[in-house]
């Protein structure tokens, strides 16, 4: 960016990571406006606070349902005191501050897919989808509608311009017409913060017009920014839980809208062993909340709708945990479509390394066959599947077959 007075929208969450975002582009003199995007307001409470969770109802149109301040302790929605962080942080920092309201949008490009992915039996995770519904697309769209240069959001990733030479043109002008490679995508700085995984449906036009401003800093780092900079939340606890809605009770959070029957669970040595909920409350390789005892603790490997049978093992090295390949769909590249079959690192869940494997096309449209060097534990159909050139990512897709 070459004009310092070019107009910023940062996301502020409220968290420390977005407001030292403002406060490093405020710093460096830019015009900085700060928004927290409502996208989510009504509490979900856990079952142990003695009360029947609220239902996950659809928002009304307009200003959404009633602030809920139920929410705080370890589960629930805490929007109302998120945005009140932000607006104190945007006084210390003096820039605008704006609340957005996308609760709407959020529900119907999220919260439906993440109950609709669970019913059909697949883990969905919906910060990939906030990502590239509402924060991406909605929040980027509304802000350089109305007039931003940029939006900054504080997320730990990187964006590298690049400088396509002469050369390059000629060596293949069709290709740098079509679908020229000008960002790249890479991971934050920080291994243990890093979020590009979450960030793989990010496209070229997108990456021009956005800016992470932690990206080349660790989490130490930026707490002792904030606290340089005097903001109030310096000290903040980073959040938990769904995107926007805050940490809950999954399982509970399912029943309340997607209908299940009981079935049997069953041992890997095929013995009945229990009795569960309803197949879409389980994952696979989830350990807890089957309510099994004896030679525990036991894995889910399995799940056969057929049946209506729920398969675990005892084993945590169970080979029916550990598979080595899987086909990903929808798949979406930040920049060319590479040439296959392509050797790279692949990261099957957040906080997943990227493992050596092998990609190579399908006859089916927009489907890869991705193969494992090694075994890896839990792969997951609904979860996605991000692709890596070292720091770089490169894309990736939503796992659909294991075999």
Request: one cysteine or more.
């Amino acid at each position: 960016m070459s004009n310092p007075k070019q107009k910023i929208v940062v996301g502020m969450s409220g968290g420390v990571d977005s407001s030292v975002a403002a406060a490093l582009l405020k710093k460096q003199g830019y015009d900085v406006i700060g928004v927290f995007m409502k996208n989510w307001s009504q509490d979900f409470a856990a079952p142990k606070s003695g009360r029947r969770s609220t239902e996950l109802s659809e928002p009304r149109s307009g200003a959404g349902a009633s602030p809920s301040r139920t929410g705080r302790g370890d589960f629930g929605c805490t929007w109302v005191e998120d945005a009140e962080d932000a607006r104190k942080v945007a006084k210390v920092l003096d820039i605008s501050f704006y609340v957005w309201n996308f609760e709407k949008e959020y529900y119907e490009k999220v919260v439906e897919y993440f109950l609709r992915e669970y019913a059909a039996g697949r883990t969905p995770n919906p910060d990939v989808m906030c990502n590239r519904e509402i924060k991406f697309k909605l929040f980027l769209d509304k802000a350089l509608s109305l007039g931003a240069d940029y939006v900054a959001t504080g997320h730990y990733a990187r964006i590298k311009k690049l400088r396509i030479t002469n050369y390059e043109l000629k060596a293949n002008p069709q290709s740098a017409i079509r679908n020229p490679k000008i960002y790249q995508l890479r991971k934050g700085i920080d291994p243990a913060k890093d979020q590009s995984y979450f960030l793989y449906t990010l496209k070229q036009e997108q990456l021009a017009k956005i800016l992470f401003p932690i990206g080349e800093y660790k989490k130490s780092k930026v707490r002792q920014i904030a606290k340089k900079f005097g903001l109030p939340n310096y000290a903040k606890k980073d959040s938990q839980g769904i995107c926007f809605i805050g940490k809950i009770n999954v399982r509970e959070f399912l029943k309340e809208k997607i209908p299940a029957v009981a079935g049997e669970i069953v041992a890997t040595s095929g013995q009945v062993i229990g009795q569960h909920d309803g197949l879409p409350y389980y994952t696979i390789g989830q350990r807890e909340g089957m309510g099994l005892g004896g030679d525990g603790p036991y894995y889910v490997v399995n799940k056969d709708f057929e049946t209506n049978r729920l398969f675990v093992s005892n084993d945590q090295n169970d080979p029916q945990l550990w598979k080595k390949e899987f086909t990903i769909t929808d798949v979406s590249w930040v920049g060319n479509v590479p040439e296959f079959s392509l050797e790279a690192g692949v990261s099957i869940r957040y906080h997943h390394l990227n493992y050596p494997a092998v990609i190579s096309k399908q006859e089916t449209e927009n489907r890869l066959k991705i193969v494992f060097d090694q075994p890896q534990r839990a792969i997951t159909p609904g979860q996605a599947a991000v692709i890596y050139q070292g720091d770089e990512l490169l894309g990736g897709g939503v796992i659909d077959k294991v075999f």
